[in-house]
């Protein structure tokens, strides 16, 4: 279970890497929970992200929104992961789900990011 998950990093990093050097930025995004300690003594709860936010966000060259939902294997978006997309598609941004750098490449030839 370990490797496929460090699977999945090494596939995440690596596309971030070539988009961030193709011009293109973008960057990990995390969702997740932590507990810090507040001013008064007590404990803050605070979420980050929203569900089914994708792995890879960013901002194309030509403004629009760049989310990328990264798999490894042959798992598949989840339910939450797809309304996410789709969210994203319908207002106009760009989401890609990316099982290697080739599937980027790909969507990113068709739609002229990439010559």
Not at 7 to 12: A, D, I, K, Y
Not at 57 to 69: A, F, K, P, S, V
Not at 84 to 107: C, E, N, P, T, Y
Request: aromatic fraction near 6%; proline fraction near 2%.
């Amino acid at each position: 279970m370990r490797a496929k998950k460090a699977n999945e990093t090494s596939l995440v990093r690596a596309i971030i890497e070539e988009l961030n050097l193709r011009g293109i930025k973008c960057w990990r995004a995390n969702r997740g929970a932590a507990r810090y300690p507040g001013k008064d003594g007590k404990t803050r709860f605070v979420q980050y992200g929203i569900n089914g936010q994708a792995d890879i966000t960013g901002i194309l060259n030509d403004g629009r929104r760049l989310e990328i939902e990264v798999k490894v294997g042959n798992k598949q978006p989840s339910d939450a992961q797809r309304e996410f997309l789709q969210m994203i598609q319908q207002r106009g941004g760009l989401a890609i789900v990316a099982w290697s750098m080739s599937d980027v490449d790909k969507v990113m030839v068709k739609e002229g990011y990439y010559k």
